[in-house]
Nanobody, 123 residues
Framework: QVQLVESGGGLVQAGGSLRLSCAAS????????MGWYRQAPGKQRESVSV???????SYADSVQGRFTISRDNAKNKVYLQMNSLKPEDTSVYYC?????????????????WGQGTQVTVSS
């Protein structure tokens, strides 16, 4: 069973920076798209940034130019560098990884989520 573990969240003042990390572990045949999502209280989960296995990236308009996603394919890790943080960035941030994982006696394409890490930006 594949697991994702996020780290790096915390409390920061507006204008500050944080770097989130997400590590995948388990029986992984291949890792495709990885990404970061966030969900604030009372709101739907939204996509923040996604990166393909080839390194192509996309960002939500609200974070474009402030956040940078990267990945280490050899270590099955994905990172999110967050600069110029704003109070509206306050959310629980979730890591997501789509890949081919060993499950129920065979390799299967699956999407796995981490447990989330809290990011709080004070004004």
């Amino acid at each position: 069973q594949v697991q994702l573990v996020e780290s790096g969240g915390g409390l920061v003042q507006a204008g500050g920076s944080l770097r989130l990390s997400c590590a995948a572990s388990g029986s992984i045949f291949s890792m495709n798209t990885m990404g970061w999502y966030r969900q604030a209280p009372g709101k739907q989960r939204e996509s923040v940034s996604v990166i393909t296995s080839g390194g192509s990236t996309s960002y939500a308009d609200s974070v474009q130019g402030r956040f940078t996603i990267s990945r280490d394919n050899a270590k099955n890790k994905v990172y999110l560098q967050m600069n110029s943080l704003k109070p509206e960035d306050t959310s629980v941030y979730y890591c997501n990884a789509n890949g081919t994982y060993w499950s129920a006696s065979r390799w299967r394409p699956q999407s796995v989520w981490g447990q989330g890490t809290q990011v709080t930006v004070s004004s």
